[in-house]
């Protein structure tokens, strides 16, 4: 027998089957000599009728030393494995003990928790009154059954089961909380449970008594809280407004509502700034929805298209009074707005359809209403209430900001491309020197966009500049000051410096804006620039850069490598020198340049992206565009962190019959000689129109080198997209045009030349200057 204290068992025809160590005890008969008799030899007298028909009351019991006892004994009906009723199981007292039995029986049944007893076979032994109504049935209907026979929740009974055997077996008491239905009341509740051993003198468990607590309400506020803990975490991951709001409804559905939705007024979706609040009635675009079944509302309303709530909607009131509005099946305002909706439904299919109680929380972020998020409750058969609308409130204001935070960012990150748009080079005009192409990719991610650029400046003599830079930070300041660096690359680039003299003179203007933006650091306005100028006619290359990676190379035979230069310090530092490097290149190399975005990640080693670009840069193309597509394909991250620019540039050169050069002797007769060589070559290309004025300028700029300059002295005459004109001479004094007075003799030749040529200008050489001029080819 699996013992009980004071506890016997008898078979239905009377016969003891079990015999406790508290029955021994009682009687002083050892089980050996009791079980397999009837019951009533152990009786010196008669039970009384009522006894036998309510099983319980008192009996006299002969013990074995022949004295008689009266005891208090109560019966229960005992279930075999199968089933069936099984017999009875008889608990026993002395009659002395009685009165503190039947106070402690008081206090058990009167407790205001639920409290059970089972036997180890998990069979109920006692039961208080708040547990039988938990059970729904009294205490006499389960008495002696297993109680995995009595719960229809197999999930829970099993969950229970274990925890009792587990006591039963190691004599260990436990706590433990559940969460599920019970047979007697209407919606889940939460259990926790205390489960502690009864034990026999010797130690022997024979019962398992536990003490259950309707710990709902703190388990809704634990469950409150986590949600709040996991909105945090899980809201605003990206700042993208319709993916925040599609996270908040992931957090809201199954767990807070059945459905739920979320609608923004249309300026929060666009570019303006200012809010606006409508008046009455509310349109608004729905952004997000979700529900934990289908056939819910979510089909009224598509995601993109937008709805009008009237004035007495719950979703309007939120709105318009800026705090939650709770509404149930039934009240006026609710039942109105259904059957308003309810018209616009398809027939047979209303919209509302088991909605009981509802919830809008109005979306506020910085003292701005956005929108309104709405749950509804369908299948939860609990109505919103008090503490649901605070923790709506919490979550929607969370959420508010996040949506705000990313509106904030859209319309940051679209003025700033669109001024960077501006700032860029629109279109390349056509150059004799090169072919380009290039690409530039904002990034993607939530720093925003950068301040990278680049350039392609015509230069004199045919030359072109390549330019290609990066500003530190990201944003509308970062696109700012790479709009003033690109103004002033440009302008130091009409002056004709070479690469490392154009980057000091720019080093110093980044340290001159720091130094007047209110005491900012100058790394605050860094840059990195590289500045490269390809000249067609000697087919040399020269660059220098600050602090940017150098450029790659391609040769005609396909032999790809960066080209070695000294990389200087970033602008802004200061102080330091800038190196120029100067190589000569083969017509129909590419030259690649590029921004750290391209090779540079947190994740990513900088050798191994440099290779991936190189090889790259080797694949076979139709043109450069497709090889800008194919590099950015290979070596561009999958989420770059960064802005990317990419200017590729396919070296031309002008062939010897295209250039004409004649050293001067300093002699002022010479320059007739120069005129008429002048003449000659243009009659040779074909260029007789261009005769009248070649002669003129070639007069005037050989003249003034003759005469204010010094050897060596030399002509050239460039035949590209423009005719040029180049004078060079050792002097580094550059003229300057003036004009003259009525009766000056000179002053005028450079005016001359000013007015009659598209442009004109002078640059400095290593040694000595170059005054040139260049005349349109096509008609004006």
């Not at 819910?296 to 009074?321: C, M, Q, R, W």
């Not at 002033?488 to 110093?508: G, I, K, Q, W």
């Amino acid at each position: 027998m699996e013992h009980a204290s004071n506890a016997a068992v008898v078979d239905a025809l009377g016969i003891v089957t079990g015999w406790s160590e508290g029955a021994r005890q009682l009687t002083g008969y050892p089980a050996g000599e009791v079980v397999g008799r009837p019951v009533r030899d152990l009786l010196a007298e008669e039970p009384p009728p009522e006894a036998v028909a309510a099983l319980t009351g008192t009996v006299v019991v002969r013990h074995r030393d022949g004295s008689a006892a009266p005891l208090t004994v109560r019966a229960c009906v005992v279930q075999s494995e199968g089933g069936e009723d099984g017999g009875y199981m008889i608990t026993a007292e002395r009659a002395g003990d009685h009165h503190r039995s039947v106070q402690a029986g008081r206090a058990f049944q009167q407790a205001a928790m639920s409290m059970s007893v089972f036997d180890v076979s998990q069979r109920y032994l006692r039961l208080n009154d708040v547990a039988s109504r938990v059970m729904g049935v009294p205490e006499d209907a389960l008495l002696g059954r297993f109680f995995s026979d009595t719960v229809a929740d197999a999930e829970h009974s099993s969950g229970f089961l274990a925890h009792l055997r587990h006591v039963a077996e190691t004599g260990r008491p436990t706590r433990y909380e559940s969460y599920g239905g019970a047979p007697a009341l209407n919606r889940d509740h939460a259990w926790t449970t205390e489960m502690w051993p009864l034990r026999e003198p010797t130690g022997e468990v024979y019962a398992v008594a536990l003490a259950s607590f309707d710990s709902t309400e703190q388990y809704l506020a634990r469950q409150r809280l986590a949600l709040l803990n996991e909105a945090a975490a899980s809201i605003g991951t990206t700042l993208d407004v319709i993916r925040t709001a599609e996270e908040l409804i992931e957090l809201l559905v199954p767990r807070y509502a059945d459905f739920a939705s979320v609608d923004l007024l249309d300026w929060v979706l666009g570019a303006e700034e200012g809010p606006v609040m409508p008046e009455a009635d509310v349109m608004m675009r729905r952004v997000a929805h979700g529900s934990a079944t289908e056939g819910t509302p979510e089909a009224a309303v598509h995601v993109g298209d937008t709805d009008i709530y009237p004035s007495f909607s719950p979703t309007a009131k939120a709105l318009h009074t800026g705090r939650a509005v709770l509404s149930q099946a039934g009240e006026p305002d609710f039942m109105r707005w259904v059957a308003e909706r309810n018209t616009r439904e398809p027939e047979g299919r209303p919209y509302r359809r088991g909605v009981h109680s509802m919830l809008a929380v109005p979306l506020r972020a910085r003292g701005t209403t956005l929108g309104v998020a709405v749950g509804v409750r369908i299948a939860n058969p609990d109505d919103y209430g008090g503490d649901d609308a605070v923790l709506g409130e919490e979550l929607a204001s969370r959420a508010a900001v996040c949506i705000d935070n990313a509106r904030r960012f859209a319309r940051e990150r679209t003025t700033a491309l669109a001024l960077q748009n501006s700032l860029l080079p629109r279109g390349l005009s056509g150059q004799a020197a090169v072919e380009v192409a290039h690409r530039y990719l904002p990034c993607g991610s939530p720093v925003g966009i950068g301040g990278d650029w680049f350039d392609v400046i015509p230069l004199s003599g045919s030359r072109v500049a390549l330019v290609v830079g990066d500003v530190v930070g990201h944003g509308i300041p970062s696109s700012a000051t790479m709009g003033r660096l690109c103004t002033a690359v440009r302008t130091l680039a009409d002056v004709d410096l070479p690469p490392d003299e154009l980057l000091t003179h720019l080093d110093d203007l980044v340290i001159h804006l720091a130094s007047d933006d209110s005491g900012a650091e100058a790394a605050e306005f860094g840059a990195t620039c590289l500045y490269a100028v390809y000249d067609p006619v000697s087919r040399r290359l020269s660059l220098a850069a600050a602090g940017h990676p150098p450029p790659a190379l391609v040769l005609p035979d396909g032999t790809t490598s960066l080209i070695p230069m000294t990389a200087g310090p970033p602008l802004g530092v200061g102080g330091l020198p800038f190196e120029a490097t100067e190589l000569e290149v083969p017509e129909g190399c590419v030259v690649a340049l590029y921004t750290d975005g391209l090779i540079e990640d947190r994740d990513r080693d900088i050798d191994h992206a440099t290779d991936e670009l190189c090889r790259a840069l080797t694949a076979p193309a139709d043109t450069l565009d497709t090889l800008c597509d194919a590099v950015l394909k290979a070596v561009l991250p999958e989420e770059p962190s960064d802005d990317v620019a990419l200017l590729l540039a396919r070296t031309r050169a002008l062939r010897e019959d295209r250039v004409a050069t004649w050293d001067i002797t300093p002699d002022p007769e010479r320059v007739a000689a120069a005129r008429q060589a002048a003449t000659e070559q243009l009659t040779a290309w074909g260029m007789d129109e261009a005769a009248f004025v070649t002669e003129l300028v070639v007069s005037e700029l050989v003249t003034n080198a003759i005469r204010y300059g010094s050897p060596p002295i030399q002509l050239r005459l460039i035949r590209d997209r423009t005719l040029i004109c180049e004078v060079s001479d050792g002097s580094s004094t550059s003229p300057h045009l003036r004009r003259a007075h009525a009766f000056d003799e000179g002053g005028r030749g450079l005016l001359l030349v000013a007015q009659l040529t598209q442009r004109w200008g002078s640059r400095q050489a290593g040694q000595g200057k170059t005054i040139w001029a260049e005349q349109s080819l096509t008609p004006q």
